[in-house]
């Protein structure tokens, strides 16, 4: 079954601090992954798309890794920043005869603290 | 980047009335388009995927006679709700398919819908 599924549920860190989010995915066959940032009411916005061949694509504060062999990926989010308070979800595209299918995480929750 | 534009953003209505939500693709042409339903603290919800030119498809469990898509150019889908009830109140996002060889998916800035 094309499942994503994303831990933890939600994070709290201090501000300045780094966290790692974890994507883990049974998605086949594989096209793309990619993480998004939704703030509170508004909607998601890409932060980083990785293909097969791709282990590690950074954004900023933001470095996506993709390990295709364990289908596993993190989202790693240094020197954390009030604003990096949102919902980040990982989202899985599987390409097969019948076109694109995108599969969505439930999101991890991020919390940063002053 | 690619740019989806969702009007309006927020919309408060009486129950019984019905509310259109549009979306829109700015800067590039969409033969696919998604409505998402999110409720607070969940994930999004996909409800049906909007086609140009054809019938949209809706998940299992979504009434497509109460929630009316329709997809009639390359940029402009638009999703009715009809016969709006409080339980409809929700949050509603649009997305758009805008890469041919990667499938990525770019997103409106959501619709809150309020219905009294």
């Known amino acids: 079954k094309n499942q994503v599924e994303q831990s933890p549920q939600s994070l709290i860190i201090l501000e300045g601090k780094n966290c790692t989010l974890q994507?883990?995915?049974?998605?086949?066959?594989?096209?793309?992954l990619r993480w998004y940032k939704q703030d509170t009411g508004r909607g998601p916005v890409s932060l980083t798309i990785?293909?097969?061949?791709?282990n590690t694509k950074s954004n900023g504060r933001y470095t996506a890794t993709l390990d295709a062999d364990t289908k596993q990926s993190s989202l790693h989010i240094t020197a954390s920043q009030l604003s990096d308070s949102a919902s980040y979800i990982c989202v899985v595209t599987r390409l097969n005869t019948g076109g694109f299918k995108t599969i969505f995480g439930a999101g991890t929750r991020l919390f940063v603290k002053a | 980047g690619a740019v989806v534009s969702q009007h309006p953003s927020w919309v408060i209505c009486k129950s019984g009335t019905s509310v259109k939500i549009e979306c829109r693709s700015l800067?590039?042409?969409?033969?696919?388009m998604f409505w998402y339903r999110q409720f607070p603290k969940q994930s999004l919800m996909l409800m049906a995927t909007s086609n140009e030119g054809s019938k949209a498809t809706y998940e299992q469990g979504v009434e497509k006679d109460k929630f009316l898509i329709n997809h009639a150019s390359l940029t402009l889908s638009t999703l009715t709700v009809t016969s709006a009830h409080p339980e409809d109140s929700s949050f509603y996002i649009c997305s758009a398919r805008a890469g041919i060889d990667t499938g990525e998916l770019f997103f409106g800035e959501g619709s809150r819908l309020t219905v009294l």
């Open positions: 800067d590039f042409q969409a033969t696919t």
């Open positions: 990785m293909t097969f061949s791709e």
């Open positions: 994507c883990n995915y049974t998605v086949s066959p594989f096209s793309n």
